[in-house]
């Protein structure tokens, strides 16, 4: 299949693309030209059957747990995307970042199949905070990139993806964005019945298993009041991941063959809560249990045949052979992470708490996180996060016009590292925040105008071992607007100004990083980074069947903080020496959807993302101004039909070459993804039961994904199906 796009961005803007202007438009003839003729079956299969799809105008009206304010989808003036029902249950996977990949403007960051973090418009890791249910996660995923997120999507109700004002609820962490995963461990209304579901699926392309069950229920009490509850349980498995030709082209005498080594994962996870409703509010609690094992692809730890070589030389050849090379070997294939983690939540609100106010909302989670990084039997490296959050925020009646909430946040993290990997020495970290949110409708314009309005002051003091402790203090501002310029059309602009407080791998790193096969040294004088976000969206109803949205951002940041290579080796581990700096960097990027029904039976979505991240100025003479595992350009088609009582999808998305990768980064190739979904609800009286079938990468395409740490050695899955069944009642 032709690509969109195979030139450079910087062709782009010059003579290539004139030689890029036929190539995109033979792709679009080749899509559209599928499209319409798969219309036209789907159409002729649905008059048969005497189908009827309704295509609703507008947007969806989905409440955003994450906004502070209780706000829609349609009320939010900041791009928003959200997961939730039957679409969520089809898209979940195994990590969060798999999940979410193909919302517009998030991509997936994956090291193997086991870990998959989100990428948010260029950024991720301290820069994108992960929740669950408002509240942080408190893992080790931000310390490195082969630390998985803890949580489970397939226990998820709803999973957003949320930027503007709101985003300053979360504090410095959520600069990029904030991922918030709801569920229903601690019951969030009144329940008075039994409900539950159970759902079964299997993945051919790892040979993966998920099996996940929930019971909800409750009472009313002889005073009037009503418990409830909540149970839910996870286990899944999988084998090696299947791909389509070699692990690893550079080394293939070293290189698996059709799938990559060392990547089967298991995990188990248990949730018990409940909750107490009142007349003036509520009060609920919940523990849960999740534990993950899962392999580091052979090649990620490249490290041990360097070692291997050292005691060839120090003690002889024999011994290199029976010795050095057997550990080469075995280490390699075994370099596991076996993850734990108990969490512990309470949550409690409370109407008409003092004069002026409306409600009061107070949460609290605990986390008791270990993971072990398994060198074949040996334990390498021993991560502890004990932590906890807490945040108390109470919602103001209306103030000249303004309603909103003014809010408390407190965290507290001990982390520690001990072993062959501790590269960061063992710290705690304090935050304590202070925000206000609100909004304003000017009634008396003609524009339908609601102006929203965020302010946040933070500190974060670190102690760590051997250092004097350090203290920083953020400032965050934003203000956005959403206007009506039309009836039919819709335009929000967003200005923000966010500070981000460096993190302790940034400040205090000092050791070899096995897991990316470099040297990471900190700064502990490096200073806060500042944001300067402009946003513009764009929504144009153009008919009830045709709707157009867009969104433009430009992202200036002064002393941007990021790893920089030296081109130094470190004499005892013989890797690169990478070192935390600061320098002034912009990200610039567009995400555009449009979506047109063909007929009441089927529907067509046009889509594409881009982001440009560069450093305003290079370093030094010669260097690359390109920040490194950036998302390249994607756009892509998608059609949508129903004939009889089932549901079809079919999705084309081509993802172009990562030319622009950066120092000491080598140019990602451009591929292209086809998947399609089928899927029918089966109602007997008030239960229900979904099938769905899902085939990804049916060209069975070499996928190495730009912003992956591990793109030369664990390349994205092959060709694959999953088949699932979820029964509710």
Known sequence: MNKFISTSHKTLLTSGADQA???????????????????????????????HQEHHAGIEEVIIEASPLGKSLSGNAGAVSVLNGDELRKEAAASLGETIKNQMGVSNSTFGPGVGQPVIRGQSAGRVKVTQNNLSNMDASTTSSDHANATEALLADQVEILRGPATLRFGSGAIGGVVNVVDSRIPREAKHEITGAAETRYSSVNDGSATVFRLDGGNDLASGNNLSWHIDGLYRSSNDQQIPSLANPEDPEHSSVGFVDNTDSRAKSATAGFAWFGEQGSIGFSVSKL?????????????????????????????????????????????????????????????EPLSGFEQLSFGLAYTDYQHSELEGAEVGTQFENDAWETRLELTHKEIAGWNGLVGLQLADSDFSAVGEEAFVPPSNTQNTGVYWIAEKSLDDSDYGVVLETGLRIEQQSIDADG???????????????????????????????????????????????????????????????????????????????????????????????????????????????YEFTQADASFRGLEAEWSQALSDNTSLRLFGDYVRA??????????????????????????????????????????????????????????????????????????????????????????????????????EAGRGLTAGVRFSF
């Open 467 to 577: 250092f004097d402790g350090v203290e920083h203090d953020t400032f965050s501002a934003s203000f956005g607007a959403h206007l009506d310029v039309a009836e039919d059309q819709h335009l929000h602009l967003i200005l923000s100004h966010a500070q981000r407080a460096p993190n302790v791998e940034e400040l205090y790193s000092d050791g070899a990083h096995i897991a990316t096969a470099t040297y990471d040294r900190g700064d502990e004088n490096l200073s806060e980074e500042i944001s300067w976000n402009l946003d513009v969206g764009y929504l144009w109803q153009v008919s009830s069947s045709s709707k157009l949205k867009l969104n433009v951002f430009y992202n200036q940041f002064e002393d941007y903080i990021f790893k920089r290579g030296t081109e130094v080796e470190d004499h005892e581990s013989e890797f690169e020496i």
């Open 21 to 51: 202007a036929p190539k995109l438009a033979r792709s679009i003839q080749s899509f559209v030209s599928s499209a319409v003729l798969l219309s036209l079956c789907s159409q002729a299969q649905a008059q048969d059957a005497g189908a």
């Open 291 to 351: 534990e993950s094992n899962y392999g580091i692809p052979a090649g990620a730890h490249e490290h041990n045949e360097e070692e291997g070589h050292d005691d060839h030389e120090e003690e002889g050849h024999d011994d290199h052979e029976e010795e050095g090379h057997d550990d080469h070997e075995e280490e390699e294939e075994v370099v596991r992470i076996d993850m734990e983690q108990t969490r512990y939540d309470l949550k409690a609100e409370l109407s």
């Open 614 to 715: 560069t450093l305003d100025e290079a370093l030094e003479p010669g260097a690359s101004r390109d920040l490194p595992r950036i998302t390249p350009l994607r756009m892509g088609v998608q059609l949508e039909t129903r004939f009889g009582e089932w549901d079809s999808s079919l999705r084309v998305t081509e993802v172009d070459d990562q030319n622009n990768p950066g120092d000491h980064e080598e140019v990602s190739e451009g591929y292209t993804l086809v998947d399609a979904e089928l899927s029918r609800n089966f109602a007997f009286n008030d239960d229900d039961l979904l099938v769905f079938l899902r085939a990804d990468n049916l060209l069975d395409e070499e996928v190495r994904n730009a912003t992956s740490f591990l793109r030369g050695v664990a390349p």
